[in-house]
């Protein structure tokens, strides 16, 4: 295939495009972007495209945006880099907040209460979906079939950190003999690849300092106690442990935030879920309705949206920047990480370990939604049956899955059972 490389101006308008109708979690995102870009338009081959997306494939972070961000930097350096990853989310970055604002507002209005309601059914029939088709992915053996049962058992039955199984599996898979790299890459001796990637170590400490900067500033102004540094310092570490994609931190957020903070419960997190599938852009958007919610709820005698805005903006800040840095630093050196199997092997088991810890988080969900003080709600249960039904038989998107949750929202409201 030819490839036929686009000018500065043809891209950006491509990726202005994408950021607003980009909907559908990284799966459909990455499948636009293969068609528009490599089929399409043919602006890289496919042997980039697919090396690129192995690549984000193995960072923490949203892998499509991520790859949004790799395209671009092959096509234009840094300055495409940063359109391309930039643009993939600025858009749900302002329809999030607003969304965000209309439910802290009016989430307790009934008619607009009824619609969060809604979308906590679709919320659970999504999580459901999710479960199975990243079970269908990642268990393809009796031993991931186990990592999963004990990942499951461990989140629900012992309330397992899931930060345990990243740790445990990465040490083991760094232990396990094979981790080395090959004696020549691209045509350098062995010893020459530590010494590059000291020096990519140093440029992303560099980078990060830039990144970690903001935080360190409120923390000195307003106490390391503050919200905004609480907010700071939680969604770094977040950010640079999302192995696995949104589902997979999703558990750890809803924990730490729900239970430790406290900023907010676990029917606003579930709302906050419902909200991020209706925007464009990465799942993981999710984290600013946290921000979001934390300042709405405690605006330490500020105005409640100003700290609200504020606590969004530094989520989404310390969410997004690490995954240029990943690019900038990690992109070059992408021959040199394909003989690196340690994280073959250690992204293979943790993908087996997220089914069981999403499936734990789905049960934790859907008992929250499906039973109101001990009582079953049984049309709830028919509404998620229904969702579940398009799904697989209609093929609805997330996008109609939700819409149609407000709808049936509504009309739990005017028809009540």
């Known amino acids: 295939m030819e490839v036929k490389s686009p000018t500065f101006k043809e891209a950006f308008s ?16 990455i499948a636009m972007m293969h068609e528009e870009i490599v089929e399409r338009r043919q ?3 496919e042997a980039e495209f697919l090396r ?12 499509a945006q991520q790859l949004a961000t790799y395209i671009g930097w092959r096509m234009h350096g840094v300055r495409g880099a940063f359109v391309a990853g930039g643009l993939f ?11 965000s604002w209309l439910y802290a507002q009016w989430g307790t209005v009934p008619l607009v209460a009824s619609l969060f309601q809604g979308l906590e059914v679709a919320v659970v029939a999504l999580v459901a979906m999710a479960i199975v088709r990243i079970g269908k992915k990642s268990i393809k053996s009796k031993g991931a079939l186990g990592l999963a049962v004990g ?10 950190n899931f930060l345990w199984w990243v740790g445990g599996l990465l040490l083991i898979s760094l232990l396990m003999k094979g981790q080395e790299p090959s004696q020549k890459i691209g045509g350098e001796i062995d010893h020459q690849w530590r010494k590059i ?9 560099g980078g990060f300092a830039i990144c970690f900067s903001p935080i360190v500033a409120i923390g000195l102004i307003q106490g390391w106690s503050s919200l905004g540094a609480q907010l700071g310092l939680f969604f770094t570490k977040v950010a640079l442990l999302t192995f696995g994609g949104a589902y997979s931190i999703l558990p750890y957020v809803s924990q730490e935030a729900v239970h430790h903070f406290h900023w907010l419960n676990t029917e606003q997190m579930i709302a906050g879920l419902g909200l991020a599938e209706t925007t464009p852009g990465p799942l993981i958007m999710v984290l600013q309705f946290v921000g979001f919610m934390a300042g709405w709820l405690n605006p330490q ?10 606590g969004a903006m530094i989520t989404t800040w310390v969410t997004f920047f690490p995954s240029f840095l990943f690019i900038f630093i990690g992109g070059p050196l992408l021959d040199r990480l394909d003989s690196f199997p340690v994280w073959e092997r250690f992204l293979k088991w943790i993908s087996a370990a997220v089914v069981g810890v999403i499936g734990a988080m789905a049960i934790g969900f859907a008992s929250h939604v499906l039973m109101v003080s001990g009582e079953i709600q049984w049309i709830k249960i028919v509404g998620v049956l229904v969702a579940l039904w398009g799904i697989e ?6 996008m109609g899955v939700v819409l149609a949750g407000a709808i049936f929202g509504w009309l739990m409201a005017a028809w009540p059972v």
């Open 301 to 310: 005698g500020g105005s409640p949206l100003g700290m609200a805005t504020f």
């Open 89 to 99: 989310v600025i858009p749900a970055v302002f329809i999030l907040w607003g969304l």
């Open 393 to 398: 038989r209609w093929k609805w998107s997330p």
């Open 52 to 63: 690129g997306l192995n690549f984000c494939m193995m960072l923490p972070g949203p892998e």
């Open 151 to 160: 990942a499951f058992s461990g989140a629900l039955f012992f309330h397992l």
């Open 43 to 45: 602006w890289i081959s």
């Open 14 to 29: 491509f990726w202005v495009k994408l950021g607003f109708v980009s909907f559908g979690g990284p799966t459909a995102q």
């Open 197 to 205: 990637g000291i020096e990519a170590c140093l440029k992303f400490l």
